[in-house]
């Protein structure tokens, strides 16, 4: 079974930093890309970066270009978001998941973890 | 980016009936569309990928279709279960971007 487990998400001032972390299992992680999807209180579902299975291709939406880092360990099994320069905006819950391909190229996310939540306040 | 518009913003509808979404793109996308569904305090859950193609597991009262760049998902036979938000997305060129969402709501 396919189990996505995202942590790291807490209460932040803005300005400040956070690291996002997503344990993997139930699949081959390194045959797959991952990806991050956030959606704020009450809205809909906004994607903000994704990461290929060998990090040959990463992308990030604008709203975060700039700011946030994707990364990944495919020997732990695990994916990063790297959060800096955190603002009122970013405040959401953060899903990770998993594409159906490996190469991060026309996404379709089949199984997505419960989400980790992200407040940035001051 | 590509912008896309899901139609309409809410429905009401009863057990049994025939629901359609529509999810237009703002320019081609071929048939890079998927269709999620997510249910109060849970994540998204794949349904129709690929515009058409139904994912693994997913009951076959769902279906997906394409003309041009209008896209329909259709529940046919509305079950209580089925009751959620409903997200359009593509998957053409990135950033990938969501539609605003469809609520179905019981009559």
């Known amino acids: 079974e396919v189990q996505l487990v995202e942590s790291g998400g807490g209460l932040v001032q803005p300005g400040r930093s956070l690291r996002l972390s997503c344990a993997a299992s139930?699949?081959?992680?390194?045959?797959?890309?991952m990806h991050w999807v956030r959606q704020a209180p009450g809205k809909g579902l906004e994607w903000v970066s994704g990461i290929s299975w060998n990090r040959d291709n990463i992308d990030y939406a604008d709203s975060v270009k700039g700011r946030f880092t994707i990364s990944r360990d495919n020997a732990k099994n695990s994916l990063y978001l790297e959060m800096s320069s955190l603002r009122v905006e970013d405040t959401a819950l953060y899903y990770c998941?998993?594409?159906?391909?490996?190469?991060?190229?026309?996404?379709?996310?089949?199984?997505w973890g419960q989400g980790t939540r992200v407040t940035v306040s001051s | 980016d590509i912008q896309m518009t899901q139609s309409p913003s809410s429905l009401s509808a009863s057990i049994g009936d025939r629901v359609s979404i529509t999810c237009r793109a703002s320019?081609?996308?071929?048939?890079?569309l998927n269709w999620y569904q997510q249910k109060p305090g849970n994540a998204p859950k794949l349904l129709i990928y690929?515009?058409?193609s139904l994912q693994s597991g997913v009951p076959s009262r769902f279906s997906g279709s394409e003309s041009g760049t209008e896209f329909t998902l259709t529940i046919s036979g509305l079950r209580p279960e089925d009751f959620a938000v409903y997200y359009c997305?593509?998957?053409?060129?990135?950033?990938?971007?969501f539609g605003q969402g469809t609520k179905v709501e019981i009559k």
């Open positions: 997305q593509q998957s053409y060129s990135t950033p990938w971007t």
């Open positions: 690929a515009a058409s």
């Open positions: 998941a998993k594409d159906m391909g490996g190469g991060g190229i026309a996404p379709s996310l089949d199984h």
């Open positions: 139930g699949f081959t992680f390194d045959d797959y890309a």
């Open positions: 320019q081609s996308i071929s048939s890079y």
